[in-house]
């Protein structure tokens, strides 16, 4: 079975300025994705960014990157130049490959933006 | 707009008493999901739902059952709330890739 660990439960960081969220995660696969989905208070689940486990490039989505460490089992999320919009809870999330997977998600880490 | 609807948003029910929760999607997705979600624990997968007519138990089945009614359905039924039954549900959906979920709004269930 896999696991997804987020040993932080909470983070502040100054708007403006960039912050890095950790994740480590325990599996046999080889092929897999990785995910980050944030919370916002309204409660809905957006996806924030995707890693797919046979590709080496890190990913990148606007203000938010990924530092993949395959043989670690790390997937990290930056986000720089933080928003007052970014306060949320984050996610990460794991899923094999195949029609049949499922995501399993840690426990989360909340991140409050200073103005 | 596309995607995936939860009703109700809230509830609250007594110990004991039944409810099915109702999720609906418009995308054409083959898997169906059920989560729950509650503090210091992320979420937590009930049942899900490869495709129509399969389900099969997430890691916490225990006091739910579900109902997989076409392609577009899949429901959540409490037969007994207990008080331990309080959380935010989610349903999600996914196509046969693996891009990831999309989720519905969630429902906040109180047991008392």
């Known amino acids: 079975a896999q696991t997804v660990t987020q040993s932080q439960p909470e983070m502040s960081v100054q708007e403006a300025e960039t912050v890095t969220l950790s994740c480590t995660y325990d599996?046999?696969?080889?092929?897999?994705?990785l995910f980050w989905y944030k919370q916002p208070p309204s409660r809905q689940m957006i996806l924030v960014i995707r890693?797919?486990?046979?590709?080496?490039q890190n990913a990148t989505e606007n203000r938010f990157s990924v530092n993949f460490q395959k043989a670690a089992k790390s997937f990290s999320l930056k986000i720089s130049d933080s928003q007052l919009g970014d306060t949320a809870m984050y996610f990460c999330?794991?899923?094999?490959?195949?029609?049949?997977?499922?995501?399993?998600f840690g426990k989360g880490i909340t991140l409050s933006v200073r103005p | 707009n596309a995607g995936v609807t939860q009703t109700p948003k809230f509830q609250v029910l007594k110990t004991g008493q039944s409810m099915t929760l109702q999720c609906a999607q418009d995308?054409?997705?083959?898997?169906m999901y059920w989560y729950r979600q509650d503090p210091g624990m992320g979420l937590r997968l009930i049942y899900y739902?490869?495709?129509?007519?399969?389900?099969d138990k997430g890691e916490v089945p225990n006091g739910y059952n579900v109902s997989r009614l076409n392609k577009r359905e899949f429901s959540l039924r409490l037969e007994s709330a207990a008080p331990s039954q309080t959380s935010v549900y989610f349903c999600?959906?996914?196509?046969?890739?693996?891009?990831?979920?999309?989720f519905g709004s969630g429902t906040r269930l109180t047991v008392v």
């Open positions: 999600a959906s996914r196509r046969t890739d693996n891009y990831g979920y999309t």
């Open positions: 599996t046999s696969e080889n092929n897999y994705y």
């Open positions: 890693q797919e486990a046979y590709k080496q």
């Open positions: 999330a794991f899923m094999k490959t195949g029609a049949n997977s499922k995501l399993t």
């Open positions: 995308m054409n997705h083959n898997s």
């Open positions: 739902s490869a495709s129509e007519g399969t389900t």
